[in-house]
Structures are given as structure tokens and as C-alpha cells.
């Protein structure tokens, strides 16, 4: 088959590998039919995450057709011919977390649970396509892919409902939401949202499904800007604006009720922390440049909430904890409880509350993906998204 | 570890008050031996050196034992872990370097551990102690050449939050080529051999399967890379495959 191979930094190719076979009773294979870059496989092609290998197959946001399942994989939740979306992390359904409803974090689905307990204290729970520290599981730009735990992840979708519509379900709508969630909403709030990526997007969204009333959305990208403000929210361009002092302003000097982080240990700043970062992160003294959320701190309101659903993957420095601990504020983060929020999402799109499929902007076969890892980092041809058709053929044939 | 385990393992460790008095013996009188030659009017390097080593040894003497120790809390009750491990005959599907264990009906088992090249190790255990849904352990009989201790204990976590098993190993090296066969089986770190071991039976009971990418697709590695995978080869066992189907047949038969 087909797949998107990670090669190294800035090193995306498509390389022609095995099928992926049934390894455990409760897999399942799946024929792909849409599968997404996302904003956090950049910091893959940046190369900021440890624990890749080149050779490695990327992708966490695919959907498509059930081809085969395992002996184990229990017959009423999911059978051969089914639809589904799969969510991009992995989780045994059994565990503390899992029946915790903290799908993330499930005990048993990373086989290399010991290098991220080395790291982190304990694992996170196997993810598609994202790095060996996180279970070093085969993803999903390619034109099938192996699914553990295949009766507890993947979400049937009914007929009718075509895949650009619901394939955002497999991570960033959710994550969106969960971010928006995190922010602890009262009605009547402000949310202040750092970043207008696709996540950003979702969260601005979800913002208001939960009771915000202003979203103040921040970015310099013109387009994503815009596409923030018909969502709804107000924007700044922090290219052009001090974000906290207007932040300060806008809101009275009281602050925004919640701030949430979209954007990650790669965030851009002018700051002299943030020229820091970036010596630091050149040469690979650190791995995260955390502008954001330090913006972040010193804006929310006190006794406010930051919630963080944009990645980092290991240390920060010059973080005003101070700041943080004096104002009371309340951090909630986390990789995307997939589960809890699928269905109820998939409901929303079926009463047309939403329609994901706004954020796309590139629609193109697997072939072109290594350019368009480059052409999304960069931001060119104004791209937001990029769903990769791994069955269409020709290079050209966007 | 609970006072319990604690005594029971010095009980175990039956003589070893000998051994613990032999060995500061050497201590200290190796480093006095040490101090007087060097603080001397003429100093003695030779028997300063020979007083070191005197120490050294004394310091060293009785740590050759290998001992692991791990514990995991797993979300089931005691008794079906209990269950799992009693089984003796299912150590060797989440112990990776047992290739069997036989249970020959009298309290009494073969087992056979399997390291690189094939080399095995072979030895009989016999249970020790065996209180059901709390407490097993077990050791190598007087007639194997490969010593060792093994326990494992299962406590209801506080707030009813599943089990905390705990399991404890402890080998003798064996001198000669048995000791190297043993050293490459056991790994220079028993300790995360064990966790590994302990993780994947978490897992058997939890997840009802051993999670894996061994078999998985992907692109060209680079030569380093392969050269790496050469040296370590991957380890899964074709019975873990079937383990977590025979687990997957039992939860829908019961």
C-alpha cells in the first residue's frame, strides 16, 4: 500500500510498504477513505518531538471502511463493511482511566509505556502516527491502517453523511470542544483563544455551543482571521497588537474569564523570552517554545481558567508561576478524551448545528502529501487543512 | 513492601546473618588496614592497596544476588488475578523469557527459561507459601542449579480501586557458563524485566490482550536503525496472540 513515511526533519515521502495485517484478537483493518495532516503532525516534520524513526508512518485523522476484524473484537460494536471514524487515540476500555471516561490517558494501549514513564512519570495511552514514546503505532495517511482495540475507539457514521463532513471527528473538532470544555464556561463569558488552526477553529465554535458570550480569537494570518471572525469571534493580529494589553483593555481590566492555548510548544511571539526559546530550541537545548502560554497567564483573569489542548512534548522555561499561583487560575489540559465527545459531536452534525468541512482548503491524493506538509507549515495558498485522498492517482490531479 | 513480605523474605534469606557479619568484618578491617598504612610514618602503598581491596570485597560480598521488585494496581478483583497467576502454567504468555512451566500436580513445577541463541535454563520450583486470592510464593528446589526466590502478593487497593500486585524475584547467579546463560536471560536490569513482565500481565487482565506494533508496516529504516533491530531483535511471542483470544473466549463464556 500507500503511506505517508516520516523520513526525517522536513523529510515526508510516500513510500510503497506491506499491508498492515491483524497482530492482536481485538484489531481491526481499515480501507481509508479521507485522512488529514494535522496541525500537530508539523511538529513531527519540524522535527521537535523525540522518538521518531525515520521510516515511520504518520497520520492520526483518517476514516474509512472496516476490511477485517479480530477474533476478539466483539461482533455487536463493530462488524466487516462498517463506516467509521477512527479517533486518533488508543484506549482498552477496561483500565482505571478508561472507565474514568479519561480515554487518553488508558493504562495498557502503549507498548513503550516505560520511555514516556522515564519521561513523564507514567504513559499516556498509544497514539497513531506519533512518535515511538507514544507506542510508535502505524498511522493513518495511507490506504489502510491496523486498529487496536478496534470495539471501543471507532465511531460508526451513518449513510448519508459524506467523509469531509465527519472525518474531523478522528481529533480536532473534538479537540476543539474539549479545549472549549476545559475553559469551564459560565454563560455570559469571555474566552480568549491563542491561535486560528483548525483546533482554534472548533474551539471558537464550541465556545459558543457551551455559553461564551465574546471569543477574542488571536493570529496574523489573515485568512484564519477571518475564518475566526465568521465564527463569530472577535480577532486580534498579534503582528499588529500588544495581546495582553488589549486583552487588559477590551475587558475592562478584569481580564478574559478563560484562556485557552491553540497553538503549542511552537508558538511565535516578539517577546524576549520568546527569542530565547528559539536559540534554546535551535540548538536543541529544549523542545518547546511556550509564548503563548506564558501569554496566556499573565492575561486570564484571576481566578480564570487556561486550558491547553495544543501540544507540547517536553520542557518550558520562564513560565510566571508566580503569576499563575497569586491569580488563582486553574490549568486544565490533555490529550483529547476521543470517546466521551464523538457521538455527541456526530449528533450536532446530523442536526446541521455544524458543518466541519469549513475549515478545508486543500483536497488532494496522498502522492502530493510531502509537499503539502511543507505548504501548511508555511502557511502558503492560504491553507487551513488538507484532507489527502489516499486512492486517487496522479500527482497532479488536485 | 509490607512487614509481612519483609519477614518472610529474611526468613528466607535463613543464614545470611553469617554472611552480613563476614562482610563488614572485611569492611572494616580492610579500611583500617587502609588508614593505618597510609597515615603511618613511612606510607605503605602496597598494603594501603591490599586494605582497599580487603574492603572493597567486604563491600561487594553477598550483593552478587539479583533481586526485582515490581508493582502495578490492575482494575480487577484480587481473586481473578489470583487466578491468572496461580495458573503457573500461564507465566510464560506475559513473562517473556519463560518458554514453560509445567505443573506436575504435587505443589511441584518444571521450568524452563529460553535466552538468545536458544540457550535454555531449566529448574524445578516448588510452592512455598499459597493463600488463596492474597499471597503465592515459590522457589527453586534444593536439586536445581539455578537458585532463585519468587513471590508475588495481591492487596485490594484502598477504596476499592482494583488490585496491587506485587511481585518480588530473587536469583543467585550460578557460577560458570549456567551464570552467563542466566545473565543474558534476566538482562543486566532484572528490575525492568520484571516491570515489563508485570505490565504485560496488567494488560492480559485489563485490555485482554498484550498491546503491539511487532508486525506492524513501515518505511525504510536507516542503516543505523536496522542495524539496531538486528541486535535487538523483536521479542513478542507467537502466544500472546492466542493468549489474548483464549482471554477474549473465557470473558464471552462467562
Given at each position: 500500500m500507500k503511506a505517508v513515511c516520516w523520513m526525517g526533519t522536513e523529510k515526508m515521502s510516500v513510500e510503497t510498504v506491506p499491508d498492515p495485517k491483524i497482530l492482536n484478537p481485538r484489531d481491526a483493518i481499515v480501507r481509508i477513505t479521507s485522512t488529514c495532516i494535522c496541525g500537530s503532525d508539523l511538529h513531527l516534520y519540524n522535527g521537535f518531538m523525540p522518538t521518531m524513526e525515520q521510516g515511520d508512518i504518520t497520520g492520526h485523522e483518517f476514516m474509512g471502511e472496516v476490511m477485517e476484524v479480530g477474533s476478539g473484537v466483539d461482533q455487536g460494536k463493530l462488524r466487516v463493511g462498517d463506516r467509521v471514524v477512527v479517533p486518533f487515540t488508543i484506549a482498552c476500555g477496561n483500565c482505571f482511566f478508561c472507565q474514568k471516561q479519561l480515554w487518553s490517558l488508558c493504562d495498557n494501549t502503549n507498548p513503550n509505556a516505560w520511555i514516556a514513564e522515564k519521561m513523564m512519570g507514567y504513559s499516556p495511552s498509544g497514539l497513531f502516527g506519533y512518535t515511538h514514546m507514544m507506542g510508535g503505532y502505524a498511522g493513518g495517511q495511507a490506504q489502510y491502517a491496523r486498529v487496536p482495540c478496534a470495539d471501543v475507539g471507532p465511531l460508526k457514521i451513518p449513510e448519508g453523511l459524506p467523509d469531509e463532513k465527519v472525518v474531523f471527528l478522528s481529533d480536532i473538532f473534538p479537540t476543539g470542544y474539549m479545549g472549549a470544555e476545559n475553559c469551564n464556561i459560565q454563560q455570559g463569558d469571555t474566552v480568549a483563544i491563542w491561535g486560528c488552526g483548525p483546533v482554534a477553529q472548533f474551539a471558537i465554535r464550541s465556545a459558543f455551543m457551551l455559553g461564551a458570550e465574546r471569543v477574542i480569537a488571536i493570529d496574523r494570518v489573515p485568512e484564519r482571521l477571518q475564518m475566526a471572525r465568521d465564527g463569530g469571534a472577535e480577532t486580534i493580529n498579534f503582528e499588529e497588537t500588544d495581546v495582553v494589553d488589549f486583552l487588559q483593555e477590551t475587558t475592562g481590566n478584569r481580564g478574559p474569564d478563560s484562556c485557552l492555548d491553540a497553538v503549542g510548544m511552537e508558538a511565535s511571539g516578539h517577546s524576549l523570552f520568546f527569542a530565547t526559546d528559539r536559540a534554546k530550541q535551535a540548538l536543541r537545548?529544549?523542545?518547546?517554545?511556550a509564548e503563548v502560554l506564558r501569554q496566556c497567564i499573565r492575561a486570564c483573569r484571576k481566578g480564570g481558567t487556561v486550558s491547553v489542548p495544543g501540544v507540547y512534548g517536553g520542557f518550558i522555561d520562564n513560565i510566571p508561576f508566580g503569576a499563575a499561583m497569586n491569580k488563582g487560575l486553574t490549568f486544565k489540559m490533555g490529550q483529547t478524551h476521543m470517546m466521551r465527545y464523538m457521538r455527541p459531536l456526530l449528533e450536532r452534525i446530523e442536526r446541521g448545528d455544524i458543518d466541519p468541512s469549513f475549515v478545508i482548503s486543500h483536497r488532494v491524493p496522498i502522492d502530493r502529501a510531502p509537499e503539502m506538509y511543507r505548504i501548511f507549515r508555511d502557511k502558503?495558498?492560504?491553507?487551513?487543512k488538507v484532507v489527502l485522498d489516499p486512492w486517487a492517482e496522479g500527482a497532479r490531479a488536485a | 513492601m509490607s512487614r509481612e513480605t519483609e519477614m518472610r523474605r529474611n526468613a528466607r534469606d535463613g543464614g545470611s546473618q553469617a554472611e552480613t557479619l563476614q562482610r563488614w568484618g572485611m569492611l572494616l578491617g580492610g579500611g583500617a588496614l587502609t588508614v593505618y598504612a597510609l597515615t603511618r610514618r613511612r606510607p605503605g602503598i602496597a598494603l594501603a592497596a591490599a586494605g582497599g581491596l580487603l574492603a572493597y570485597r567486604g563491600a561487594t560480598l553477598g550483593t552478587t544476588k539479583f533481586r526485582a521488585r515490581a508493582s502495578f494496581a490492575i482494575n480487577c478483583e484480587p481473586e481473578t488475578a489470583f487466578r491468572m497467576w496461580r495458573g503457573l502454567e500461564n507465566l510464560p504468555i506475559f513473562m517473556r523469557h519463560l518458554e514453560s512451566v509445567r505443573e506436575r500436580g504435587d505443589g511441584r513445577s518444571e521450568w524452563t527459561a529460553i535466552g538468545p541463541m536458544g540457550k535454555r535454563l531449566r529448574w524445578n520450583a516448588e510452592i512455598t507459601e499459597d493463600r488463596e486470592n492474597e499471597f503465592l510464593a515459590w522457589r527453586s528446589t534444593q536439586d536445581s542449579d539455578f537458585q532463585n526466590w519468587g513471590s508475588v502478593e495481591f492487596r485490594r487497593a484502598?477504596?476499592?480501586?482494583g488490585t496491587i500486585v506485587t511481585a518480588e524475584m530473587e536469583y543467585a547467579p550460578p557460577g560458570g557458563a549456567l551464570g552467563k546463560v542466566a545473565a543474558a536471560i534476566f538482562g543486566k536490569d532484572p528490575e525492568f524485566t520484571m516491570r515489563e513482565d508485570l505490565r504485560r500481565f496488567k494488560a492480559l487482565l485489563e485490555m485482554r490482550e498484550i498491546p503491539t506494533t511487532e508486525g506492524q508496516p513501515h518505511g525504510p529504516r536507516s542503516a543505523v536503525m536496522s542495524a539496531v533491530h538486528a541486535v535487538y531483535p523483536e521479542r513478542r511471542k507467537p502466544t500472546e496472540y492466542s493468549a489474548g483470544e483464549r482471554v477474549a473466549a473465557q470473558r464471552r463464556a462467562s
Open positions: 537545548i529544549k523542545m518547546d517554545r502558503e495558498e492560504r491553507c487551513t | 484502598p477504596g476499592n480501586r
